[in-house]
Every structure is written in C-alpha cells, then in structure tokens.
C-alpha cells in the first residue's frame, strides 16, 4: 500500500535560514508526488509536483524539491525562509496519477525573527 | 471561476443523523475525491472518482457513501453520523493525467467543517 512519511512534526527556522522538510514515500511504481501549504484556517495550495524527468523540481515561492528514487524521498527545500512561510506543509503521492492523494501528516513550520 | 465549490462551510449534527456535503467543480475535471482532515493525522483519502459512475474506496471509507452520476458533481453522505466523524473534509478535482500528465494537479475546495454531538 502507498504510504507517505514526513518524520518531522514540527520545525522551526531563523527568517533568512535555510529550509528542508522531509519526505519519504511507499509506492511500487514510478510515483506522481506533491507538495502542498496551507494556513492556519484555510484551503491547500500546491507548492510543486513531479512525476517524470527532471529529478530537481521548482516551484512557487522559491520552493524546490528533489525526487531520490533510490531514498524513496522527495524532500522540500528554500534557501531563505520568510516570515510568511510559517504554515502547514504536507507531502503527498498520487494513488491514481494526480487523483486520490496519499498524504503524510503534515509538518507544521515556525519562523522565528 | 468557481473552481471547486463545497457546501455547507459549517455543520452541526446530532449523533445518527444522516447529511450530505456537496462538492460540485465547473472544469470538467474527470478524477474527484474526497478527505478529511484531523490535527495531527493530516488528510486521509474517503473515496475517489475517476468518471460518472466509478467510485472507488480510499484509507477511511467506513460510514460514508459517494456515487458520482455527472462529471460535476460528487457528493459525500454520511449514512448515520458518530462523534468520531467530527473534522474537516475536502473535496478536491484533478483533470485526467494520462490525457495531459504535465497538467496533473488536485485542486481543492474551501473545506467543510462538520461537528457531530
């Protein structure tokens, strides 16, 4: 069974430090993977995807992503983190192509100044 | 662009009590699902649909039923309502990835959140 782990619960960082969120998946087959962000109190937003080609994947925000299919992983990263990046982060692999979403549980990011 | 549209926002119901969240998308999106979300388990996948008239169980399915008669719509019914069932579900629609893999993306609706007494 397709199952997402995100071994940090919470993580807090410096304004203007770097970031990294981690994310390990279960899936048999070439995985579609997803990054989304959401607020205290509202919807999902998607950060970025991958499903093929280039390993190394930009998305909004100054986020990036790094699929290792030798680590299972699809860690999340930004160089310098802004106060309004505190939020709710979840990675997660696609059941079916870009549909029925496997989710981790989430790790919630602090910014302190 | 209405995107994804779920209603109600907010629900209250008593224990035993049936109700269904609607979830309607107006881009003729072809895959629907829907979740539910918990503080500290993130969202967990109730049941999917890759067309009208194909739904399909996902991690959490006991005590919800789906049916999907168009490609619009994808309501959520909850048969007889238990405190355990208190949390926020989202309704999410994604366009057909093998159509158009680089186009693959779930977007989600606003959220219901549903209190059971």
């Known amino acids: 069974a397709q199952s997402v782990t995100q071994p940090d619960i919470h993580i807090t960082v410096s304004e203007g430090a770097s970031l990294e969120l981690r994310c390990n998946y279960s899936y048999g087959a070439t995985p579609y993977l997803f990054w989304y962000v959401q607020s205290p109190g509202q919807g999902l937003q998607l950060l970025l995807k991958y499903f093929s080609g280039d390993t190394l994947v930009q998305g909004i925000k100054g986020f990036e992503a790094e699929f290792k299919r030798s680590q299972s992983s699809f860690n999340l990263r930004k160089p310098s983190v802004h106060w309004s990046d505190a939020a709710e982060y979840f990675c997660?692999?696609?059941?079916?192509?870009?549909?029925?979403?496997?989710f981790g549980k989430g790790t919630t990011l602090s910014v302190s100044s | 662009n209405a995107g994804v549209t779920q209603t109600p926002k907010f629900q209250v119901l008593k224990t035993g009590q049936s109700m269904t969240l609607q979830c309607a998308q107006d881009?003729?999106?072809?895959?629907m699902s829907w979740y539910r979300q918990d503080p500290g388990m993130g969202l967990r996948l109730i049941h999917y649909?890759?067309?009208?008239?194909?739904?399909d169980q996902g991690e959490v399915p006991n005590g919800y039923n789906v049916s999907r008669s168009t490609t619009e719509d994808f309501p959520l019914r909850l048969l007889s309502a238990a405190p355990s069932q208190t949390s926020v579900y989202f309704c999410?629609?994604?366009?057909?990835?093998?159509?158009?893999?680089?186009?693959?993306?779930?977007?989600f609706g606003q959220g219901t959140r549903l209190t059971v007494v």
């Open positions: 649909s890759v067309g009208a008239g194909i739904t």
């Open positions: 881009m003729n999106h072809e895959y």
């Open positions: 997660a692999v696609g059941r079916q192509a870009g549909t029925a979403l496997i």
């Open positions: 999410a629609s994604s366009p057909n990835a093998a159509r158009n893999p680089m186009n693959t993306e779930a977007f």
